[in-house]
């Protein structure tokens, strides 16, 4: 991978930025269900309205914008508009044939824009994230309350579809392949199973992030494992970074970025919610609020990689990055 030593050089010099929010920032932009389409799906006979991956294809401008908005911001490394980019969660909308193209161009997009900041100021590199979600099916737990033991997706099927987005995605053009909001580790051992089969087909090392989301003040993942356990789950594959990201918001997420801390060999991510939901739905939390409770991370030197995730804005970005700047990165832990 051509960048990954201006990454490895960045990491060890400062804190990183991830971008914010990509679906908070396209809902400003209020797009309609004849916005989704474009000239190209005018006639589709399911409704994509929500899609946001398939405006990389009808609206590349708007998802280009937004990256743009990120990196002025002082983000580091943007993500990919591919959260649902599986075959799997593409078959909400009938979409399964046009996945590989979708990553592809989403990849694209973010590298256009990522290369653009670098030649500005080549001291400052940019880097693309490739977004892998957790597809909408969990191979650990049965939808089922009647029959516990029934799966509606097999680690086979995972591994298939995980397999052809995370080509398209270094196909596209990124740096770096990030399984993020785990809420079944499992699904993300597919991923990770798929990742490290493209890297001895490749002959090439991948940088990977791997990022969890703990689900509530139990302190444990959605798939019932704590932090320790999640961690020791994704420990045997050579990872860029571990971390959690959504659900929380930065303060309840603290403790959870302690034990990662203090126990990964591995480089630590987060990128927490703008605090938690209002009844509406939507997120209240300030960007200087956000950046006074991620103070605490910085001051205990808990992270490497620090971003914001949903309600989060170029806003949000800006504060943390300020505040950020003014602190040396995390060291990383020598297990003998």
Known sequence: ??????LYKALSERILILDGAMGTMLQRYK?????YRGARFKDWEHPVKGNNDLLSLTQPQAI??????????????IETNTFSGTTIAMADYHMEDLVYELNYESAKIARKVCDEFTVQNPDKPRFVAGSIGPTNRTASLSPDVNDPGYRAITFEE?????????????DGGSDILLVETIFDTLNAKAALFAIDEIQDEREIQIPIMVSGTITDASGRTLSGQTAEAFLISVSHLNLLSV?????LGANQLTPYLETLAHNSEFYVSAYPNAGLPNAFGKYDETPEDMASQIKEYTEKGLINIIGGCCGTTPEHIKAIADLAAQYSPRKLNKFV
């Open 158 to 170: 995972l591994r298939i579809a995980y397999k052809q987005q995370c080509e398209a995605l270094l």
């Open 31 to 35: 797009f309609e269900e004849e916005d």
């Open 243 to 247: 971390g959690f990201n959504c659900a």
């Open 64 to 77: 280009e914008e937004v990256h743009k908005k990120y990196l002025e911001a002082g983000a580091d490394i």
């Open 1 to 6: 991978m051509k960048n990954s030593e201006q």
